[in-house]
């Protein structure tokens, strides 16, 4: 069983997104805590590194457009770095146009 860890960037785009999306993101990153490194079709590794997130490593897809961002701590440990609205952008371009915090 892993233990999920957010980060600070990741609780700020959480309170930006609206109820009906909050409630959908918070069931799937529940679900991680017993499944993060299993590959779904919503659920995959990351193929490449992202500059603004170098550490980054699995991508979790939430109602077709929004993407958790996380990796494993430890290998008990889900750190979520990011919740982002991707839309038709590739991961990395809606990550560079997603402002740090």
């Not at 290998?75 to 952008?89: D, Q, Y």
Request: aromatic share 8%; no cysteine.
């Amino acid at each position: 069983m892993y233990e999920i860890d957010w980060s600070e960037e990741a609780k700020q785009d959480v309170r930006e997104l609206s109820p009906f999306v909050r409630g959908p993101v918070f069931a799937a990153v529940d679900l991680l805590t017993h499944q993060a490194e299993i590959e779904t079709r919503n659920r995959k590794r990351l193929e490449g590194r992202f500059d603004e997130f170098p550490e980054a490593s699995w991508e979790l897809r939430i109602l077709g457009d929004h993407r958790v961002i996380y990796r494993i701590v430890e290998r008990r440990t889900v750190r979520i770095l990011r919740v982002i609205l991707k839309g038709r952008r590739t991961t990395a371009e809606a990550l560079k146009r997603s402002p740090k915090r």
